[in-house]
């Protein structure tokens, strides 16, 4: 295994104050890493550097060893990098079927010249082909035809890892996503993601509570005040005392 | 060349104080219901036409004329906040296009009541202020700067110094917390809306007298109120007395050593290069965008 | 079955409908006509979320440039034309590089200031532009005959025919891109735009784009005006025009694709139908204005809900076996 994705030294300022500080990481060719730290300890700042969001302060993000710090989300997508968003950010106006088709984008990437002749029915057949694979991989299929925002919120959360997942990525970015499912959604939600890996995808996962990723991840890499606090498999995290007293010394969400 | 100079920089300070008025009243406007009035530059010339109809038609005294435009205008802007703003509170678009809408109806309401012909209106003093031989400022512009002066006094007194005034800043920084605070949005909507109307429909009558009054003068006093507004930052009061003088300046210096159109487009471009730079505005920060 | 029928059948109702008509109305018809396109063109760049106030300016840039290239240069009009089209399109690029640093309320701000400042060129410099009486004396189409019919297009009938072909072929291209992956991606800028930028939409791209094609479709409006009218000034394309294109779309709903055609029909047929028959001209603005804020208020989603509901089905975007065009799924 190789690093596939690369923080090195990365700092953001906001005015006066330092989110995140000199932080340095790699994330494994396939594997699922988590980075998790009490509220405010910069995970999310991180999280937005790394999926072109923020442009950092200093400090680089290596894709395969190329530098992709400072590019713009969606170029930072078109290398393979695809972020999912906190809550259910989803085009909720638009059918199931047509969120994963937006998700086809950079696959099948849509041209006005060609969809007015008529000459992309490959693409879209192509582009049908994949966001009906990707609802049927995080068993949406039978809710393709109904509105996004329609959804049950563990069927959303399904459906924001969908529209990632058409664009067939390389590492998936997801940031918090089991805030507000039940245990039975987590559960479900914990499989889907061994699924992914199980398709070689990297995935890095930013969540704020320890226990729902402990069973999951491969690697944990623990921030907190916008440093690195510890990193290792989930029971070297899990027995760290400095992780243990960030959580606990926090004033709420203890692990 | 020192007494064109001077001269161009009376002019200036005139413009300065009447376009001052009505883009201070425009942003009081934005800033309290975040709402922009496409209708101002109309509510301008429903002001002017008070005068018209009362000092120019009837002999009613011209402070008296004023002081009716003052009211009438006020009370147009209650009416648009009661009737159109009000309903559209959470559009704030639809506001806009509504705005647009109450734009054409005065419009039309002047071209038939008064015709589209520009109006005579008899001068209010012929007494002329001479400096020197090429400076001279007609007492009747003088008479406007005076009065924008004193307006825009009493205006940051009546912000900084009065309950109603905190409670108009307030509920432009923050409506929610305001009205948690037991501000009324209406209330303060509706003083918002009367000052500002009034603002613009009392520059709109001093300076009926002094410009060429028609159904159509509203245009470009809507844009240049727009270009001092972005330029100053919109939602800043301040910024926009600040805009308007510069704004003045810039303007009155182009007409004169070149001509009105290079003006207009000198200051519809230092606008754009303002959104493109700085969104925000020159001055100061938007409380709502 | 039905539908099948209907097509035809409109066409043959706007094939027939001129021969109905008096002159006057023939003429509006042919205004009509053009603005359909204008309207539905600016719908396009709806589709993305920003509304702009320099449409019908930019309207005017292929009307001039049109005009310009067959008056100067000696451009056959129809090819003028379409370099009018390509023009309008053109500045839109230009344009684009300033107004999408801005978004809503500053977008709207920009791209009038924008309209202003051009219209305050057309004003300025009289060569080539005119100053303020604008272009006059601009060359029409020219005749033709194909077979027993003759064209001559200073006759309303005849360039309705004209003008109603090539907006229709506008049309049918606008609604081929509308119901494509492309129309969709316009839709995902619209209803979320980072997400839509993490699937790899280049937004600044995206809204060029539909800003660029809705600025030429308005551009080749602006060239069938000019080639009609043969005389046009700058107040041709000022901000109350700008009003009307507004009224249009937002009474007849910006959620279809016809919503703002609808908008664009009703209200020219009752504007010069029943307020011209009935003798309300002076008042006209006042009662557009009126309609305008009523329907602002009244009927927030325009027309187009209330034909919803009379035919029972809503559907704000595509459905997906539209977009494919073909029923693959399920």
Redo the contacts between chains.
């Keep these: 295994m190789s690093a596939l994705l690369e923080v090195r030294d990365l700092t953001m300022r906001f005015g006066g104050l330092t989110a995140v500080d000199g932080l340095s990481f790699r994330v494994e060719q396939g594997s699922i890493h988590g980075l998790i730290g009490p509220n405010g300890a910069g995970k999310t700042t991180t999280f937005n550097m790394i ?1 072109g ?1 923020y442009r950092p302060t200093s400090g680089q993000v290596l894709l395969r060893g190329e530098d992709i710090s400072g590019l ?3 170029e930072v ?2 290398r393979g990098v ?4 906190q809550h259910s ?7 199931v ?2 969120n994963a ?3 086809t ?2 696959p ?1 990437r ?3 010249f060609a ?2 002749i ?1 000459w ?2 490959e ?3 192509g ?2 082909a994949r966001a ?1 694979e990707a609802l049927e991989f995080f068993g949406l299929s039978g809710y ?2 109904a509105r996004a925002g329609d959804l049950s919120h563990g069927h959303q959360r399904a459906l924001g890892l969908a ?2 997942y058409a ?1 067939h990525p390389d590492v998936m970015l997801l940031d918090e996503p089991f805030t507000g499912m039940n245990p039975e959604e987590t559960r479900s939600m914990m499989a889907l993601m061994e699924k992914l890996r199980g398709q070689g995808i990297t995935i890095l996962i930013v969540e704020h509570d320890m226990a729902a990723i402990m069973g999951l991840c491969d690697t944990i890499t623990c921030m907190s005040f916008g440093r690195l606090l510890a990193e290792g498999d989930p029971e070297h995290i899990r027995n760290h005392p400095a992780v243990i007293e960030a959580y606990l010394g926090g004033t709420h969400h203890a692990a | 060349m020192i007494e064109l100079l001077a001269q161009t920089g009376l002019n200036a300070v005139y413009a300065a104080s009447y376009i001052a008025l009505v883009a201070v009243g425009l942003v009081l406007i934005f800033g309290v219901m975040g709402v922009i009035n496409f209708a101002h530059g109309e509510l301008f010339m429903a002001g002017a036409y008070t005068v018209v109809a009362l000092y120019a038609s009837r002999d009613v005294p011209f402070i008296l004329a004023v002081a009716a435009g003052l009211v009438f205008v006020g009370g147009l802007g209650l009416f648009m906040e009661r009737t159109m703003f009000r309903p559209l509170r959470d559009n704030p678009l639809g506001g806009l296009v509504a705005s647009i809408g109450f734009l054409m109806i005065l419009q039309a309401a002047a071209a038939m009541g008064f015709g589209v012909r520009k109006e005579h209106i008899p001068p209010v003093t012929q007494q002329v202020i001479e400096f020197s031989e090429k400076v001279r400022l007609p007492m009747a512009r003088l008479y406007v700067i005076v009065a924008a002066i004193v307006i825009l006094l009493a205006l940051w007194y009546f912000l900084k110094r009065t309950r109603f005034g905190w409670a108009l800043r307030a509920s432009a920084q923050d409506p929610e917390a305001a009205e948690l605070q037991g501000i009324s949005i209406n209330q303060t909507a509706r003083i918002a809306m009367f000052i500002g109307a009034a603002m613009a429909g009392i520059a709109g009558a001093l300076t009926a007298p002094l410009v060429s009054v028609n159904p159509h003068m509203g245009h470009s006093v809507i844009v240049t109120a727009f270009i001092v507004i972005i330029v100053g930052g919109v939602g800043s009061l301040e910024g926009a007395v600040l805009a308007s003088i510069a704004y003045a300046l810039v303007h009155t210096f182009v007409t004169t050593f070149w001509d009105g159109v290079i003006a207009d487009i000198v200051g519809l471009s230092l606008m754009l290069l303002v959104l493109i730079v700085r969104p925000t505005g020159l001055f100061g920060s938007a409380d709502r965008a | 079955m039905l539908r099948l029928a209907a097509w035809p059948l409109l066409a043959l109702v706007l094939v027939a409908l001129p021969h109905g008509l008096s002159f006057s109305q023939q003429e509006i018809l042919v205004f009509l006509t053009i603005n359909v396109l204008v309207v539905a063109s600016y719908r396009l760049l709806t589709l993305t979320g920003e509304w702009s106030l320099g449409h019908v300016v930019i309207m005017g840039v292929g009307a001039y440039a049109s005009a310009l290239y067959s008056k100067k240069f000696g451009v056959w009009v129809p090819a003028s034309m379409l370099l009018g089209a390509v023009t309008a399109a053109l500045i839109a690029v230009l344009l684009s590089f300033p107004l999408f640093r801005m978004k809503g309320f500053y977008f709207l701000i920009g791209s009038f200031a924008s309209g202003e400042i051009i219209r305050l060129l057309w004003k300025r410099f009289r060569d080539p532009f005119g100053g303020p009486k604008g272009l006059k004396l601009i060359e029409g189409m020219p005749d033709f005959s194909i077979g027993i019919w003759d064209f001559q297009f200073f006759e309303p009938v005849s360039y309705y025919y004209f003008a109603g072909t090539v907006v229709a072929i506008c049309l049918w291209i606008l609604w081929r891109i509308e119901r494509s992956p492309v129309g969709l991606t316009f839709h995902a800028v619209h209803w979320q735009d980072r997400l839509a930028e993490a699937c790899g939409v280049n937004l600044r791209a995206w809204r060029t784009l539909a800003f660029t094609v809705a600025s030429g479709f308005a551009g080749l409006g602006g060239a069938l005006l000019a080639h009609y009218i043969g005389t046009i000034n700058p107040n041709s394309f000022d901000i109350e025009k700008m009003v009307f294109v507004l009224t249009w779309a937002i009474v007849g709903g910006t959620g279809t694709f016809y919503g703002p055609i609808l908008g664009c029909v009703v209200l020219t047929v009752f504007n010069e139908i029943v307020l011209r028959e009935m003798g309300f001209e002076q008042m006209r603005p006042l009662i557009y204005g009126a309609i305008l804020i009523g329907s602002i208020l009244f009927l927030p989603n325009g027309l187009e809900s209330l034909v919803q509901k009379l035919v029972g089905r809503r559907r704000r975007v595509p459905g997906p076996a539209e977009i494919v065009g073909e029923s693959a799924v399920k």
Excluded: C, Q, W
Aim: aromatic fraction near 12%; hydrophobic fraction near 50%.
């Design positions: 999926s969001f713009k989300m969606y997508a078109r695809v972020r999912t968003f950010t989803l085009f909720a106006e638009l059918t079927l047509e088709l937006v998700g984008h950079m099948f849509p041209n006005v969809a007015i008529g992309d029915r693409d879209r057949r582009a049908l009906a393709a035809g529209v990632a664009s």
